[in-house]
């Protein structure tokens, strides 16, 4: 951990931090200003598992299977570096993950994490329709996100799940005081991967892969609290013009 003083407060020059499967390098700035303290710091955290940085987070709960995880930060809060809370910052996160497995989790606990693994506690609705994408949990390929972080909300239109089976996306807010959901979670079948007798090339010709998959998108609108969120099937244009 490495500073400077400056007229005005303190300059973070480097400050590098390891832990149990995961290690983070920071710099920023921490000033006493008229109206307070204001600290601001810009991060990258780095993860062998997801589940090393849900540990180091406090959570309790066994989400992950593997996923190699960078995490990057770009956040402002007001109050002393020891002041930070998620509810004052304000900012942006950056996450990426790959191979990994999201397991059943008790309800409530996903939400303090943006939402993140909103998927994993999805009521019974989504594995009505995808029963073979939800069974045991939800394998992924990757995961990758943005959100942006503003008076105690996480804004995303960027979370993403590649799945063998489906790609499922996840936009909108999640109240990190108010402790609910307001957004959307699409899944998009990956059908053109599940037909193995009929030669790729000639899909290709017939129709582009990625039209003939989300042409059976599914579209879901979650709102409520963390522990009891209410799922909604929403009616999407393509549906519209078969019925």
Known sequence: FRTLPTQDGMTIEALSLRGDGYQASANGTWLIRTGGHETSVVSSVRADELQDLVDA???????????????????????????????????????????????????????????FLL???????????????????????????????????????????????????VSGRTGMIDRDYDQVVTVTPKLSSSLPLVPIWLIQQLLNKEVFDKAFRFEYYVTGNWENPVVERQMIESESRNQ
């Open 119 to 169: 998927m994993t506690s999805l009521p019974r609705r989504l594995r009505l329709d995808f029963s073979d994408v939800f069974a045991e949990g939800v394998e992924f390929d990757s995961i990758e996100g943005k959100f942006g972080l503003d008076r105690g909300h996480a804004y995303t239109n960027s979370l993403t799940l590649e799945n063998p089976s489906a790609t499922i996306t």
């Open 57 to 115: 987070l406090g959570f309790e709960e066994r989400a992950v299977l593997g996923g190699a995880t960078e995490v990057k930060l770009d956040l402002t809060w007001q109050g002393q570096p020891t002041d930070f809370e998620l509810a004052k910052a304000r900012g942006g996160v950056e996450i990426r993950a790959s191979e990994g497995q999201l397991l059943e989790i008790s309800p409530g606990a996903t939400g303090r994490m943006f939402g």
